[in-house]
């Protein structure tokens, strides 16, 4: 694993039905956290993208878990808690 500085993140969370901003946070993540979105993120680009692809297997993900807590268990590469020194779960 990289070794990385703890990130900050700005966080804005906006009302997609009616658009105003709810949420504005600066957090920060983890370095071992922030390390294992890095490499996520870098194998991301290194493979093509496709619409098509993109929208089937996101289907397939809403057919096999119809709510966000078993594929986050189950799917994620690494997860934190927030307000922790380091605080990062390898699944």
């Known amino acids: 694993m990289l070794s990385a500085p703890t990130l900050l993140v700005h966080v804005v969370l906006v009302d997609a039905d009616t658009g105003p901003v709810e949420v504005l946070r600066t957090l920060t993540w983890p370095p071992g956290f922030a390390c294992r979105v890095a490499e996520t993120v870098g194998r991301m680009l290194t493979t093509s993208y496709s619409e098509a692809v993109h929208d089937a297997s996101?289907?397939?993900?809403?057919?096999?878990?119809?709510?966000?807590?078993?594929?986050?268990?189950?799917?994620?590469?690494?997860t934190c808690v927030g307000g922790q020194a380091e605080s990062v779960a390898v699944p």
């Open 58 to 78: 996101l289907d397939a993900l809403y057919r096999a878990y119809p709510s966000t807590e078993r594929p986050v268990a189950e799917r994620a590469d690494v």
